[in-house]
């Protein structure tokens, strides 16, 4: 049997390397979105910072493997093939779960997914071993380490409710004292500032970064805790004293400082602390196999025990950790995927939604309009004017004119996310209170995002949706580790060598597929992505026949797809069409849009144009959205089994669809050659519209003078009446084309 476990204790390591990865591109919201969102740096010089954090943060993180060891569950209570078994059954939920978030873009705590995985797999087992020896259910007291459990769900809770509350009230403070404007106000208070923020970093270093870390001798650690006051108060003078003359001496920018330190520091803590929920499992059952190995027992008597003492962890390990953590952060896609939804969300500008509307955020704004209409009756009008005027915000793209334009936030925010996440996560390790980073750093960012108006009225229903459907995976992450985990332990112990193949066969297919799946929506996401700022007539022109082409393109190819399914009754090929046209009809909703947010930033000499390019995405729209009414409705015809529309009035269809493909093929080559003959194009549509019109008129006649099929009947007409609607706004969709291109400046 010393095969079939050396081959776990070698999948184990595999997981590990896999879990790494899932791990870190989940967890480097925590730390990335700060910067990434203010802009603080380049991106790659944000990584390489982060980087350096992580490498060294993950040297100091032995201490906290004791987590997966026996934090969780008591190891006396397992022999060496079941507690195996735990780890395995631990590391498949934990890999598939977190990459599961990962492709959908959605940061969950790695740390709740690796205590509801032990817990899970720990409470399976010991459900076996109750039944196996007729015990009772209540000795499962014994086998798991309830207490911990219970307080690890009690301070995330808590700590949620709290990491927003504080981020709302502090950033608001901090808001009115510098408003938007903020570079008018830190002449003489940025020295202040930074040394408040870099010592709470500092001190967030030092508590939490180098708390639990077997690196650091017991005296250097002892020294720091009985010494901590002195050290934040000298660290603050000397700072601020330091910083302040920096600024005025060279100009430095103090919150930018700030934001790359503090980025530093949440990236150092992470790897010092959140490394065990990647590798402390593997680690443990890797320590079995060697306890078990020593001993020569056989493996279904012998006791863990050994694994309640203090194991040192091999630097080496940490360290080959370390370096996979960081060439993660350096090429995961699905990294900068979760990442991007955190900054989304607390964007102070506008811009396409990701989220849509729900009953419950809806409630909530209705409600806090309602408040804020009741408040106005009570406060005098010259505080709302001060406050008006405090939090003034100018056209956001300008608002900073050293920091790229395209920030999603200052960086006073963002130097508040990670100040008052760093002072709570440090104050939460002092106290021994148990937390998640990510939930803390999520609502921290979301707190400040509130307080500074980033939801406003136009964008709060669906800030507020993104929200609660990330904080309800939260829960989720929970619920689902600990039934997968079971789950997974129930089928590894029953199936043993073939429940261990089958499992691993199972995660490589899943992993694949979430990997295609996530490749598929960021190219669609690609195709979406916000356009650049055409400079001039040539980029404005290349723009709008490119991003118009491709919807334009794509109608003549749905309809006449549509006909032919019709006639064919091909079910699934129509349920096809449909879902084209609805995912259509969302490409073309943010092409409105964003031309709309383009046409904000356009040059003077371009207004015009400008103004003729919006015209052409609202036509573009009109004459896709027909589709609608002619591709959906021919599905449900066809799935409901319906009789088919009779010959006759198909060679009709299939006479239009043969006209409307090469009128389409017409316009796009005029279009594409910038040569358009409006009324050549005008003639042909008039043609096409006229022959629509007779053959409706026949049929309505038909329907007073004979009895015909209504359903096939309704049908027919509704194709007719939006192939001629769609003809029409496709005229019109030609003529501002033309305008455009004739009003574009030479």
């Not at 356009?602 to 003729?612: D, P, Y």
């Not at 269809?653 to 003959?677: D, P, R, Y």
């Not at 359903?711 to 501002?736: A, P, S, W």
Request: glycine share 6%; net charge positive.
């Amino acid at each position: 049997m010393e095969w079939y476990f050396l081959a776990i204790i070698i999948i184990l390591g595999l997981l590990a390397v896999t879990d790494l990865t899932v791990g870190v591109a989940n967890d480097a919201v925590n730390f990335l979105s700060p910067a990434v969102g203010s802009r603080a740096a380049s991106f790659r010089l944000i990584i390489i910072i982060a980087s350096a954090g992580v490498i060294i943060g993950s040297l100091f993180s032995g201490g906290m493997m004791e987590v997966a060891r026996k934090g969780i569950f008591n190891p006396e209570q397992f022999v060496f093939s079941e507690i195996i078994i735990i780890f395995l059954a631990v590391m498949i939920a934990d890999v598939l779960l977190l990459d599961f978030f990962n492709t959908f873009g959605l940061p969950t705590s790695t740390t709740v997914s690796i205590v509801f995985d032990l817990l899970g797999a720990a409470v399976a087992i010991s459900i076996i071993k109750i039944i196996k020896t007729h015990h009772s259910v209540s000795e499962l007291g014994n086998y798991i380490n309830t207490e911990k459990a219970l307080a690890i769900i009690s301070g995330i809770l808590i700590s949620v409710v709290v990491a927003f509350i504080v981020g709302l009230v502090v950033q608001y403070i901090v808001r009115l004292i510098y408003t938007f404007n903020y570079q008018k106000n830190v002449k003489y208070t940025s020295g202040i500032f930074g040394g408040v923020a870099l010592t709470a970093i500092l001190l967030f270093i030092m508590l939490k970064g180098l708390h639990d870390t077997s690196f650091i001798a017991k005296s250097a650690k002892t020294w720091i805790s009985d010494n901590t006051v002195l050290i934040v108060f000298c660290s603050f003078i000397i700072l601020s004293i330091l910083l302040q003359l920096l600024h005025w001496l060279f100009k430095l920018n103090v919150f930018k400082l700030v934001v790359l330190a503090g980025t530093f520091g949440l990236a150092l803590s992470f790897a010092g602390n959140d490394l065990v929920n990647f590798i402390g499992a593997p680690m443990a059952g890797y320590k079995s196999y060697q306890l078990w190995q020593a001993s020569g027992e056989n493996p279904d008597t012998y006791n863990m025990i050994g694994l309640k003492g203090d194991v040192p962890t091999d630097i080496y390990f940490l360290l080959i950790a370390g370096l996979i953590m960081v060439v993660t952060i350096f090429l995961s896609r699905k990294a900068r995927t979760v990442v991007q939804t955190t900054v989304q969300l607390s964007r102070q500008g506008e811009g396409n939604e990701r989220w849509g509307s729900s009953i419950m955020a809806r409630t909530i704004v209705q409600s806090s309009v309602t408040m804020q209409k009741g408040l106005g009756a009570f406060l005098p009008k010259a505080v709302f004017t001060f406050l008006g005027k405090r939090f003034e915000k100018p056209n956001y793209n300008n608002v900073n004119n050293e920091e790229n334009s395209q920030a999603s936030f200052d960086l006073i925010r963002a130097s508040v996310n990670l100040v008052v996440a760093s002072i709570l996560i440090a104050s939460a390790t002092s106290l021994k209170l148990p937390l998640s980073t990510t939930y803390v750093t999520f609502m921290v960012a979301m707190g400040t995002s509130l307080a500074d108006g980033a939801w406003g009225r136009e964008s709060a229903v669906y800030r507020i949706t993104g929200v609660l459907t990330v904080i309800s995976g939260w829960f989720f992450t929970a619920l689902i580790a600990f039934i997968a985990a079971a789950v997974v332990a129930f089928i590894l112990y029953f199936g043993g060598i073939f429940g261990v193949i089958a499992m691993v066969i199972l995660s490589v297919v899943l992993l694949y597929r979430t990997k295609i799946m996530h490749k598929k929506n960021e190219n669609t996401e690609k195709d979406e992505v916000e356009a650049f700022l055409p400079q001039t007539s040539k980029e404005l022109s290349e723009l709008t026949n490119e991003q118009s082409m491709l919807i334009i393109s794509k109608i003549p190819e749905i309809y006449s797809e549509t006909i032919d399914a019709l006639e064919d009754e091909n079910r699934k090929l129509l349920k096809k069409l449909s879902k084209d046209i609805t995912s259509m009809n969302k490409q073309t909703k943010k092409l409105k849009t964003r031309a709309i947010n383009t046409f904000k930033n356009l040059s003077k000499e371009l207004f015009v144009s400008g103004t003729h390019s919006i015209q052409i995405y609202d036509y573009v729209r009109e004459t896709e959205y027909c589709l609608n009414y002619i591709t959906i409705p021919a599905f449900t015809h066809v799935n409901n089994v319906h009789n088919p529309i009779p010959s006759e009035q198909f060679n009709e269809l299939k006479l239009i669809k043969k006209q409307v493909k090469e009128l389409f093929a017409f316009v796009i080559e005029q279009i594409n050659n910038k040569t358009i003959e409006v009324s050549v194009i005008q003639q042909r549509i008039n043609n096409i519209v006229m022959f629509i019109d007779s053959h409706r008129k026949v049929q309505l006649k038909n329907i007073k003078d004979s009895e015909i099929n209504t359903r096939t009947t309704i049908l027919y007409l509704g194709i007719m009446h939006e192939t001629k609607n769609m003809l029409l706004h496709l005229e019109n969709f030609v003529k501002v084309y033309n305008d455009f291109l004739n009003q574009l400046p030479k």
